[in-house]
């Protein structure tokens, strides 16, 4: 569920749940399990028929952008409204949506959008960063010298180390003349200088490498006023090449322009007690990075899970462009729709269908109960103002009571609600499909029931029980 709609998955837990606790009573009364699975099935297939009907798009031809730009907010909103962060959804769902709209509309690759955590400062000090921002590596004296901020530059994207190595413990060089052993250290300092000649004379002011920098390449590149980052991030600088149009390179031969990556701007500055490296304005791709502040990092762990939730809805929103009522008012009249077609069925399906549709109305349930409302009373007046006809009736937890939630503007994109009905009825479907489970007692920490017993002592005869 979480890789297909990128939220729903407690939906998912709560359907799937009840779908097996509605099953049990069936089962108990010695009806087989292949008939309640086929009833189940038959009751997705129409729960995902009614969820087509009622879903409404958002993107006519007559809306202008203002008018899209919003509906999509209020959809990171309603992504938003169940999380930690839902105080600031204001604050979250215009940045989200800006997030997707800085991406290739053609392709809307959620892994360009970085997310970096920042410790301290409070949570509406997190920004958007059109371009890819990373924290600055590890680096050695001579950083300090080197040029902080330029325009227009050439990237060098590389997986080579450039840094002198010491020998290894089993490294053995036998000379015969004392000088001979200059000549070799020689050597070394030859090849790494011829490194770093064939880098400056590519035409690069940006280098970034994923295996070390060490100091005297450091101080080389500063002394010619370049930049240079070493043991970068893998996705960090796939990310970079990415954006920028640059080719990772693992030698040194074929460095060109052609290979090089180009932004508009490249700085790094301050983002609370961390150094950041910013590449801004490139053109070869759409991409963006999230820097989220605040106190804990427990609470920006769960701002992150949360804002990858929102991401994923306005994502499939923008690719699907058809949204329902939430707060339960898609359960709900799913549920009385599948009642009212469970009576034109003359068998035992009848009953079958009719637990699969009180199923559902364990998500309305369960957001009443989780707001302190008396859930009871809800569903029951939720119930009453369906067969009225008000299909878009859901809980109101601002009010104790029912509203109308489209109008409310409480939107989740359509693919949500049938991923997770498919989702949880295939769930409970293969739970129910199982006929005998094979325990072994020594895994469980349990007395190993199996094993031969001498009731008579080493010489009696074995039992087995």
Known sequence: QDDMAGDGTTSVVLLAGEFLRQAKTFLDDG??????????????E???????????TIQREDTGPQARRALLERCAKTA???????????????????????????ELDLGMIGIKKVPGGSVTDSMLVSGVAFKRTFSYAGFEQQPKQFTSPAIALLNVELELKSEKENAEIRIEDPSEYRKI?????????????????????IILSKLPIGDLATQYFADRELFCAGRVPKADLERVAAATGGIIQTSLEDLNDDVLGHCDHFEEKQVGGERFNFFQGCKASHSCTLLLRGGAEQFMEETERSLHDALMIVKRAVQHSSVVAGGGAIEMEISKSLRDHALTIADKTQLILSAYARAFEVIPAQLAENAGFDMTLIVNQLRKEHAEGKQYAGVDIENEGTMDTYKAFIWEPAIVKQSAISAATEAACTILSVDETVRNPKSQGLPDQGAPVRPGGPGGMPSIR
């Not at 009806?31 to 997705?44: D, L, N």
């Not at 729960?47 to 009907?53: F, G, K, Q, S, Y």
């Not at 999380?83 to 997707?100: H, Y």
Request: charged share 35%; net charge positive.
């Open 185 to 205: 250290v020689d050597a070394e300092w030859q090849i790494i200088y011829r490194k770093l000649d064939k880098i400056r004379e590519s035409g690069a002011k």
């Open 46 to 56: 129409l729960a995902l028929e009614r969820v087509r009907a009622l879903s409404e």
């Open 31 to 44: 009806v087989h399990p292949r008939i309640v699975i086929r009833g189940f099935r038959k009751g997705a």
């Open 80 to 106: 938003l409204n169940s999380k930690l962060i839902s105080g600031q959804k204001d604050f979250f769902a215009p940045m989200v949506v800006d997030a997707i709209e800085l991406l290739d509309p053609k």
